[in-house]
């Protein structure tokens, strides 16, 4: 065509759609709202939702959906609009806004209508599309975001969490889960949502969002629901699936990492020390121990947690990590807890199991080296020397008696160690080395100490450098046979009928050089003798007299026949 007939065509239809558009022979549209996406378009037979202004020429108004406070919804092309309304609504896009004229012979033509339309009258409408629907159409999904990891998606009869938008198909909003702060919460396939949601939901991830247009029918249909919703209208939901399960869920494991030696696995009764993270399935953290820097700790399959985790902690290793998923009935149920974990709530715990023990269990014993032709062991009230390297079951150092350079010692029975390590130290030859076990009932308690956790299991490496005979607990000398007769004369070493720590000193020393006894082990003899020579100077005048002196063994008698 040539640029001057385009002109003069363009100018034509400029003066048809403003001016006086003469004999018309069809309806003359003006597109002047054309949206940037256009998904569909209006066809023969669709059902169509729209809000109109009808004028004549003039500008008078004839009609207006807008005044009455309700949209025009029917079906085109098939007789039940005026035929010049039928045409001119013909591929609009929804949100699409046209000006239309309407010759009289496409509208009331020559008869009008009665009191509102004189006959012969053109007819000016200025129209905008809400809604195209066809009875043939099925319900739209549109995956907008997936998580990569996915190991189940919802079924009938799951109970779902999600926040929903939901608008009209022209985007009008009518319902928002995010503006009440709270997820919507039901089951899925039994009647309680419109047939649209339940069937939109089918398939989804927990953490997957999708957009999901329902047609009518399969929404609110001829009804429409409350002042938001009119009837036949199309509905638009964004869904982002929170979380679902099933009430017939039990708890669901994986296992993350477990240790390649795994000699003994948590049961009923066990107290186990771990540390966790909490998360609900959209990944929202809820509480940690690592943020309180401290493990929590808890019998298991006693009710002290809630049931879920009771389960989910059965038959784990020291140093396992596992990954516990709950759902609700098994968890905080319909009213979960606090402000942090709502109501029905799928609960995942990634869990690292510290360590554990049971209230009975004794220390546990390795001997990694035991030297040949052992023959003579410790027993308590021995005095012993020996290495240590002290650690918690996850490998945390603690102590180390390389770090101070020299043994550790100390008398066995005497209540200098805690009781656990006591017992391992037993029945040991000079330069055996062990790895003990020791539960905390046998060692630093629920308390703990300087270092040491509350209800921690310990790991000692000990080696036993060197040992000493020991004496019966409340003696610091014993004799090999019978003491001398006439032991008071003998110890007066100058015969001045008194005995001065010097003298009581140096009797003693060569007892024990000469192998007639010997004094309680330690790293202190000079000590020990002094507290002796203290029992024996009972008035405290720093000279023995023949009455003060007496055997331990004679003093145990006379205290026997003060009670008899």
């Known amino acids: 065509m040539a640029l001057g007939s385009l002109i003069l065509l363009l100018s034509l239809l400029g003066v048809l759609g403003l001016g006086d558009p003469g004999p018309l022979e069809d309806v003359v549209i003006d597109r002047y709202y054309i949206p940037k996406i256009c998904l569909r378009e209006v066809q023969m037979g669709d059902f169509i939702r729209y809000h109109y202004n009808g004028t004549f020429k003039d500008g008078k108004k004839f009609d207006s959906s807008y005044d009455r406070g309700a949209t025009v919804a029917g079906v085109v092309g098939v007789g039940r609009l005026i035929t010049g309304m039928d045409r001119g609504l013909q591929g609009m896009c929804v949100n699409e806004r046209r000006h239309l004229i309407v010759p009289p012979h496409l509208g009331y033509g020559s008869i009008g209508v009665a009191g509102l339309i004189p006959p012969d009258a053109t007819l000016y409408f200025d129209v905008v599309m809400l809604d195209i629907w066809n009875k043939n159409d099925k319900l739209q999904i549109t995956t907008l975001s997936k998580p990569e990891h996915c190991n189940r998606t919802v079924e009938n009869s799951d109970f779902v969490r999600y926040h929903y938008n939901g608008t009209l198909l022209d985007g009008t909003p009518f319902d928002s889960s995010y503006s009440k702060d709270s997820t919507y919460d039901t089951y899925v396939g039994t009647g309680w949502l419109i047939k649209g949601m339940d069937q939109g939901l089918l398939g989804m ?224 030859c000079a330069g055996e080395r062990r790895v003990l076990i020791i539960p905390p009932h046998l060692g630093h308690g629920e308390s703990g100490a300087r270092g040491v956790p509350g209800s921690a299991v310990l790991r000692f490496e000990v080696e036993l450098i060197s040992m000493e005979e020991g004496v019966p607990e409340g003696y610091l000398f014993i004799w090999h046979g019978d003491p001398p007769e006439n032991l008071y004369e003998q110890m007066d070493l100058n015969k001045d009928g008194q005995i001065p720590a010097d003298e009581f000193s140096t009797f003693i020393l060569t007892q024990v050089a000469e192998g007639k006894g010997r004094l309680m082990p330690s790293s202190d003899p000079d000590k020990v003798i002094a507290d002796m020579f203290k029992n024996q100077d009972r008035n405290q005048d720093g000279k023995i007299t023949a009455e003060e002196l007496k055997l331990k063994s004679d003093e145990d008698q006379e205290k026997i026949h003060e009670e008899l």
């Open 205 to 428: 991830c927990a953490g997957e969002k999708r957009s999901i247009i329902i047609p009518p029918f399969l929404a609110y249909g001829e009804k429409g629901y409350g002042t938001v919703i009119p009837p036949q209208a199309s509905l638009v939901f964004s869904v982002l699936l929170v979380d679902f399960h099933n009430p017939k869920d039990g708890v669901f494991l994986e296992h993350l990492e477990v240790p390649a030696s795994c000699k003994r696995r948590a049961v009923t009764g066990d107290f186990v020390r771990y540390h966790y993270n909490g998360t609900l399935m959209d990944g929202t953290l809820f509480d940690s121990s690592y943020s309180r820097n401290h493990t929590y700790n808890t019998y298991i399959g006693k009710g002290y947690i809630i049931p879920g985790m009771d389960q989910g902690l059965q038959g784990v290793c020291m140093g396992e990590r596992r990954r516990v998923v709950i759902p609700p009935h098994l968890a905080y149920g319909e009213n979960g807890a606090g402000d942090k974990i709502p109501g029905s709530a799928v609960l995942v715990f990634d869990v690292h199991i510290i360590d554990f023990h049971n209230p009975a269990d004794p220390v546990e014993m390795e001997t990694v080296y035991r030297p040949e032709g052992c023959n003579v062991t410790t027993r308590n009230r021995d005095f012993v020397r020996y290495h240590y390297n002290c650690s918690l079951l996850d490998g945390t150092k603690l102590f180390s008696s390389h770090d101070y350079g020299s043994p550790q010692e100390v008398t066995l029975g005497a209540n200098k160690v805690i009781e656990g390590l006591n017992r391992g130290l037993l029945d040991m």
